[in-house]
């Protein structure tokens, strides 16, 4: 019997989980969150912990990890982590592969979650695809004949930073009218909180914004991205002005992406996708409005939903247990 | 020896070729202007005659096309021209197979050009690499992985096509600020001459557009890319506007093309490329404002010049003739 390990080091999670070959449910499945102090060495730590837990004395065949930063895969060399401090150059895999004695693959979140909706989700049969998550930030991993495609430096698939609109507000990248500045949860929260502002100067009678203000008890603090979708379902004007601002966002990143590289599918994951079905409907025509009419392609929704990057941890563990 | 014909069908020009394996030399070498009125079988039989020439009665051992239009690499297959009537679905390889019984492959032109500069010009030794022609359209062209990427339906490439400036004038497309509509020859034509009519409507003293004005003789059916070009390079500050925004649409493009594909290298080509070099600086300083700075790749001169796409198709019948 071939056994994967499969990790993700998420931002703020992680997880350890234990398959084997040809199964589609976990052996033992163990996560934690990453305590608001963390650094690189808690985190390994933690993950050891995980790890000893599911393995439960047995020897993985080979290990599979997800992680949640710029990753060179080749060397399986962490670069740095966006959210923990002391990732810099950690060498995981080596790391890995002394401590467990199997061959260990390594590669960032979002080609991670791309190879797991490959293999296993909406991405079965699909031989070109792009994966795009669309939560905390907005990222992209790509599936080209059959395999992820990395970049020449390990950076590809940031669909975040494309700029839509270089008049609209300006993103923490420094640039205008990313991608995610219009499109990420938090951000589409920012946008809320300044529309409510700015009714609320106005002194005009409007009801825009009442009943997301009634969602939160106007406590504004506890918005979120989902409250935003909830109120634009309820017909709140203000919430669907920044939810549409959020789709077409999405929608002309993915046509322009759709002329650029001609992908057969976009599969769309992460909590911002939850969002209802006039998101799902603008993000789709705007898309279509946006790529050449030559130009075939469709958006589908993510299937494996937070597993993604586990379940492609799997996909790399049994490409080297082989 | 190996005898390779290569054949380019351009919109406007059509050019045929015969090299031995191994050489960078022309054995023989015609072309012939497409005639206004051409539709697919004129433009053939004009082909035919080149193909006679240039053959001079030998045979060759494989033939390479370079086609102005979306093609089925897959099948060879011509989808249609945007230029010449009557191309829809012919089956272009099929035809040149049967006629010369030699193994035959076809691509569009921009995929050709750049398989053409990675093979033996401003690519050479670059895995990853975005071929990208800038007249009297603007289109690109991938080599991933050291292989042409044409995309699921062949229409990979399209960066003419993505939108830099949603608020800026509207293109053939019917969407607004394409690359193309602010880049290509024929549109910065129309910029400065929209321009030139604003500044005589304002009765307002100025010497901008008074270059451009002398250089064409106050005859604004002369202007081109070129013209722009050199007026804008003695100074003239409404050609240095047009060529700035077109600059900047082209850079806006690339750096937003590195951050979602990550290749190494950028190879421009095509008449606008001949711009002075604060054309190509503002390229340059755009595309690296635009891309997330862990993003590395240079921006390069194509080598090849009009030939590019020829020495493609010197490659694509190489590789079949082994």
Same mark, same amino acid.
């Given at each position: 019997m071939t056994l994967i390990l499969a990790l993700d080091f998420g931002g703020t999670k992680l997880a350890a989980a234990t398959v084997k070959a040809g199964s589609r449910e976990w052996l033992r499945y163990e996560n934690r969150l990453s305590p608001a102090n963390a650094d690189a060495l808690s985190d390994i730590e933690i993950m050891r912990s995980l790890i000893d837990s599911v393995l439960d004395k047995n020897k993985p065949d080979a290990i599979g990890v997800s992680f949640g930063g710029p990753v060179d895969a080749a060397t399986g060399m962490v670069r740095l982590s966006h959210h923990v401090p002391g990732w810099e150059n950690i060498p995981l895999k080596e790391l890995l592969e002394e401590d467990y004695n199997a061959p260990t693959s390594v590669d960032n979140d979002a080609n991670v979650a791309a190879i797991g909706e490959h293999r296993f989700g909406a991405g079965r049969g699909y031989d070109s695809l792009f994966y795009i998550t669309i939560s905390t930030g907005v990222g992209g991993g790509w599936? &080209? /004949?059959?395999?992820?495609?990395?970049? =020449?430096? !390990?950076?590809? !698939?940031?669909?975040? +930073?494309?700029? #839509?609109? @270089?008049?609209?507000?300006?993103?923490?990248?420094?640039?205008?009218?990313?991608?995610? $500045? *219009? =499109?990420?949860? @938090?951000?589409?929260?920012?946008? %809320? $909180?300044?529309? &409510?502002?700015?009714?609320?100067?106005?002194?005009?009678?409007?009801?825009?914004?009442?009943? &997301? $203000?009634? *969602? #939160?008890? /106007?406590? *504004?603090?506890?918005?979120?991205?989902? #409250?935003?979708?909830? %109120? %634009?379902? +309820? !017909?709140?004007? *203000? %919430?669907?002005? #920044?939810l549409y601002k959020a789709a077409w966002a999405l929608g002309v990143g993915i046509g322009n992406v759709a002329n650029l590289m001609n992908p057969q599918r976009f599969v769309l994951g992460g909590g911002v996708t939850k969002a209802g079905d006039s998101f799902w409907a603008t993000v789709r025509k705007v898309a279509q409005e946006t790529a050449l009419p030559e130009v075939n392609f469709e958006v589908v929704r993510a299937l494996l939903g937070d597993d993604a990057p586990l379940w492609g941890a799997v996909a790399l563990g049994l490409d080297i247990a082989r």
């Open positions: 599936i &080209l /004949n059959g395999k992820p495609w990395q970049g =020449a430096g !390990g950076m590809a !698939g940031e669909i975040g +930073h494309m700029v #839509v609109d @270089p008049t609209g507000p300006v993103c923490l990248c420094g640039k205008r009218g990313c991608v995610e $500045r *219009l =499109a990420s949860g @938090p951000y589409m929260v920012q946008n %809320a $909180r300044e529309l &409510l502002d700015k009714e609320t100067q106005d002194f005009s009678p409007s009801t825009r914004g009442e009943i &997301l $203000r009634y *969602l #939160v008890s /106007n406590d *504004l603090n506890l918005l979120t991205g989902q #409250v935003i979708s909830t %109120a %634009a379902a +309820h !017909g709140d004007e *203000l %919430a669907q002005e #920044v």
